[in-house]
């Protein structure tokens, strides 16, 4: 009789722990959420606002030599892009994982 006690308790203690652990996950991702949008919208601001700006001096100030671009200089122009890409995704997989989570 105490040994089908116990077993509902453990049970029931182990059916906590996982409402605990999905609702610990749902907080963890919750912030990755956060943080990526927070990464999107200042590397988006650094992009337009200043990088930009700094790129299209840098090409008045080579006085109309044009040279070939590079595959570095394409990436080097627009590295902010790419890492906003970058947190793009992880806010999709938070989102994804979270929808997961929850349902």
């Given at each position: 009789m105490n040994n089908k006690l116990l077993d509902q308790t453990l049970l029931a203690?182990?059916?906590?722990l996982l409402?605990?652990?999905?609702?610990?996950?749902?907080?963890?991702?919750?912030?990755v959420?956060?943080?990526?949008?927070?990464?999107i919208i200042i590397l988006l601001l650094i992009h337009?606002?200043?990088w930009r700006n700094k790129n299209a001096k840098?090409?008045?100030q080579r006085l109309g030599v044009q040279r070939e671009r590079s595959?570095?200089?394409?990436?080097?122009q627009n590295i902010f892009l790419i890492l906003?890409?970058?947190?793009?995704?992880s806010l999709i997989v938070g989102l994804v994982?979270?929808?997961?989570?929850n349902i």
């Open positions: 203690n182990t059916n906590n409402e605990l652990d999905k609702h610990t996950q749902t907080l963890v991702w919750a912030g959420i956060g943080i990526s949008i927070i990464f337009f606002l200043y840098f090409k008045e595959f570095l200089f394409e990436i080097k906003s890409s970058l947190f793009a995704i994982t979270i929808i997961k989570l």
